[in-house]
């Protein structure tokens, strides 16, 4: 679900959506670091700003947050060390 969320309350580890297109559909993903910093790939894996006056600022408009600190194992949401894709390579997880 994702939250409008004031770019003061992000925590580390939110995810951060974007748009670049007028109807605001989500085109791009990210995950908040800390300072205002957040790490994405386009490309490239690199961080920018959200804040617009600083060099790196990505020029994506802000859409919205969603917070999965905590909710690990629930619904949708699968630490990594428990998912078959990254430790069961057989062909039937693939």
Known sequence: ???????????R???LFFSNTPDGRI???????????????????KTNQMNADDPDFGK????GASRIAGMEDTDGIVRV???PWYFDRSPSAL
């Open 1 to 11: 679900r994702i939250e409008p969320t004031d770019i003061d309350s992000l925590r």
């Open 13 to 15: 580890g939110d995810l």
């Open 27 to 45: 085109s791009h993903v990210a995950i908040y670091d800390s300072d205002g910093k957040y790490i994405h790939s386009s490309g490239l894996v």
């Open 60 to 63: 994506r408009c802000y859409r």
């Open 81 to 83: 060390i428990n998912h």
